[in-house]
């Protein structure tokens, strides 16, 4: 077991994009950075990047597959033998799929990456959170939750899949921002809080497994996408401002709260994912 002065960050798709940018800017604020990475390769190389610019030898990786439920509950076991508490957990890795794909649990690959990953590795580590005394939970969400619909409650396996993967996409978002309200409610009086946040357009690996059509999207709109920098640092402010303490629930942009869709603000929607999630992890095992 590590002993640790910095906040003690667990943060997931630290190997690419804006994760790798909050890595960085997170180390170089004093914390300890332990990312979850499906690539081993990738997370050696940018732990040792992140040991040699911030001085810290504490950071750590571990890896696993989050669009695996068992693998998710795998890595969450062994932050606990590893790790003596956790402040910060920032679930970040997320993925477009232009095709409907079932992972080999049976799950769509968006609804298990986007939403089940950060459902099951919070869960599996909240006690951890609340130990913490004042723990954040922050999530990447995104400004295409506006594309998700309520009818995803009913539909969680996205059978109903559309054109592009971009309805999907929308609606994991969405439930990003319903999983962070929910968990800001069950959470009150804790002092462990729930937020969410919109990066922009940011220029990123994002959608680059979708083959050359996606590849080329990508770059012809890279004038209109933002650099890393800027994408990471809502989600790097929300999981370290001293100003932050205590405000929970909320959906940021640009270190700001903004207005979520009407879905979003559903009242009863939030709860009803929970427990949907929680069913459908307890039918796995
Ligand atoms: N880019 C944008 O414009 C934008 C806008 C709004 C919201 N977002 C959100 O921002 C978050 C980060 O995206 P990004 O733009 O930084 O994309 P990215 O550059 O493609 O990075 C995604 C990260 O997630 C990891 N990941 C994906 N699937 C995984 C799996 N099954 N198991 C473990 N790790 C996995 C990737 O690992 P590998 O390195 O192994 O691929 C990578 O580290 C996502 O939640 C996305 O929805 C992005």
């Not at 999981?239 to 932050?244: D, G, I, K, R, V």
Request: proline share 2%; net charge positive.
């Amino acid at each position: 077991m590590q002993q640790h002065q910095g906040p003690l960050i667990l943060l997931t798709g630290a190997t690419a994009g804006i994760g790798q940018e909050a890595a960085r800017q997170l180390a170089a604020q004093g914390a300890t950075v332990v990312c979850v990475a499906r690539n081993e390769a990738k997370a050696r190389a940018l732990v040792e990047e992140l040991k040699r610019s911030s001085g810290n030898d504490r950071h750590a990786y571990l890896v696993g597959d989050l669009s695996q439920v068992a693998d998710v509950k795998r890595v969450a076991r062994e932050y606990r033998e590893r790790f003596d508490r956790l402040d910060v957990l920032f679930n970040n890795a997320g993925a477009l799929f232009v095709d409907r794909q079932l992972t080999a649990e049976g799950l769509e690959r968006t609804f298990a990456v986007n939403h089940l990953a950060y459902f099951v590795l919070t869960t599996e580590l909240l006690d951890l959170l609340q130990a913490s005394g004042s723990g954040r939970v922050v999530s990447t969400s995104s400004a295409a939750h506006h594309q998700g619909d309520l009818g995803f409650l009913e539909d969680l396996q996205n059978e109903r899949w559309g054109v592009g993967g971009m309805r999907p996409y929308g609606r994991s978002k969405l439930a990003n921002i319903w999983f962070t309200v929910e968990l800001a409610r069950r959470l009150e009086g804790t002092g462990v809080t729930a937020n969410c946040f919109h990066p922009g357009f940011v220029a990123s690996d994002f959608a680059s497994n979708n083959g050359f059509a996606a590849k080329v999207f990508m770059a012809l709109t890279r004038p209109f996408q933002r650099g890393v920098s800027k994408g990471a640092d809502t989600g790097v402010w929300l999981a370290t401002a001293p100003e932050l303490a205590g405000k929970t629930g909320g959906y940021y942009h640009n270190r700001k709260l903004r207005k979520t869709s009407k879905a979003a603000r559903d009242p009863q929607a939030p709860a009803r994912l929970w427990e949907r999630s929680e069913q459908i992890v307890a039918e796995l095992v």
